[in-house]
T-cell receptor, first 111, second 111 residues
């Protein structure tokens, strides 16, 4: 079982719709979770972090965390073509407290 | 703004050459990381460093070494480059919240 699992996609959503990106992780001790966005040919950039169960909203983005189910998700409301990118889920894992990255979900927002 | 810079965006080397990839951060971060990113495999941690002259192996350290003589600079060394080390190399540093900030990446091709 991979430490961090994401559907590779592509996930295709029409402009203006809600995109839902999901991630499961295996380390029950993980306490901190990060979502990064990576455009093709570019390096990852932080979108948001979440540490507590429940929802955390930042503009059009909402992160959701359920530690009991070992599940974290990212919702993007009013999706725009500029949101087309690969989204990486990264919990902090292990005794060294380092990020472990999923392989990412590719999102395509269509006109 | 946190700034992480890498010495080259693109690099072409020949098999057997010694290769140095340099990374510099300007935010006085303790921890620095080197990853490689390959299609379908995601970001894989090569080495990380939590202090000057300190280093820890990541998930795929074979064929690589690192050097951290100053806090702001973390170098990745390929002692004898091989074609299977052709990849995108990403450097990152993190702050006290475990948030990692990435450099622009170096696309290395080994012929």
């Amino acid at each position: 079982q991979k430490e961090v699992e994401q559907n590779s996609g592509p996930l295709s959503v029409p402009e203006g719709a809600i995109a839902s990106l999901n991630c499961t992780y295996s380390d029950r001790g993980s306490q901190s979770f990060f979502w990064y966005r990576q455009y093709s040919g570019k390096s990852p950039e932080l979108i948001m972090s979440i540490y507590s169960n429940g929802d955390k909203e930042d503009g059009r983005f909402t992160a959701q965390l359920n530690k009991a189910s070992q599940y974290v998700s990212l919702l993007i409301r009013d999706s725009q073509p500029s949101d087309s990118a690969t989204y990486l889920c990264a919990p902090v894992t292990g005794t060294a407290s380092k990020l472990t990255f999923g392989t990412g979900t590719r999102l395509q927002v269509t006109l | 703004d946190v700034k992480v810079t890498q010495s080259s965006r693109y690099l072409v080397k020949r098999t057997g050459e010694k290769v140095f990839l340099e990374c510099v951060q300007d935010m006085d971060h303790e921890n620095m990381f080197w990853y490689r990113q390959d299609p379908g495999l995601g970001l894989r941690l090569i080495y990380f460093s939590y202090d000057v002259k300190m280093k820890e192996k990541g998930d795929i350290p074979e064929g690589y070494s690192v050097s951290r003589e100053k806090k702001e600079r973390f170098s990745l060394i390929l002692e004898s480059a091989s074609t299977n080390q052709t990849s995108m190399y990403l450097c990152a540093s993190d702050d006290s919240t475990d948030t990692q900030y990435f450099g622009p990446g170096t696309r290395l091709t080994v012929l």
